[in-house]
């Protein structure tokens, strides 16, 4: 994109709570810019954080024409020049905003406009995608959950296998073991047990 535009830098910057942080960054020469790299979001004086907050497009020919630009940080690294779009994720939110900057003075031409607007469109239609593959597979991970999960009859505590047959637990966990089950009696359900042995027989 920014070898195409003609200009040093080109980034794809993203909103991760209180700071604005490059997500990527064009490798030509003259950029910067590294991944991660970041500033506080609020009152960065960013173009970006501009385009955040109105989430419009922002052109800026030359900052240093500007007041309200005087305390951008990108004139520090030699970059007057600036145009942004906003990034959205499939929700509408704001994600963060694709822009490309200048070391001279660049109004950006309506042909350059149009091509950052279809680089954006693609980039937002991969978060589309990325967002509709991670719901695929929450999905698929709850019903391998479900499928897990083994019915019991509440009262004689049978089992339904896959075929809808109920069966004895003894029966299943044999099945699954290989091995047949003996009975016991756990600590838990001792008191139990003793309690039946003392309660004198009812006629």
């Not at 497009?57 to 007041?67: F, G, N, S, Y």
């Not at 990108?74 to 499939?90: A, N, Q």
């Amino acid at each position: 994109m920014a070898k195409i535009i003609s200009v040093p830098v080109g980034l794809v910057m993203r909103v991760d709570g209180p700071k604005i942080e490059v997500f990527l960054a064009s490798e030509t020469e003259g950029n910067p810019y590294q991944e991660e790299h970041g500033e506080t979001y609020h009152d960065s004086g960013l173009y970006c954080e501009w385009v955040v907050r109105n989430e419009e497009t922002l052109v800026v020919p030359d900052a240093r024409e500007h007041p309200d630009w005087k305390a951008n940080p990108d004139l520090k690294l030699g970059l007057p020049s600036y145009m942004g779009l906003p990034l959205r994720r499939p929700d509408g939110m704001v994600f963060g905003t694709l822009c490309v900057l200048d070391s001279k003075e660049n109004s950006f031409s309506e042909n350059d406009r149009s091509l950052m607007e279809r680089f954006r469109d693609l980039i937002e239609k991969d978060m589309a995608l990325i967002s509709a593959f991670e719901r695929i597979r929450l999905q698929e991970t709850d019903l391998g959950l479900l499928k897990r999960v083994v019915p019991m009859c509440m009262y004689c505590k049978s089992v339904r296998n896959d075929e809808g047959f109920w069966k004895e637990v003894e029966v299943v966990l044999r099945g699954f073991s290989g091995k047949p089950a003996s009975h016991g009696v756990c600590p838990a359900c001792e008191p139990r047990l003793e309690a039946d042995f003392l309660t004198p027989n009812k006629v």
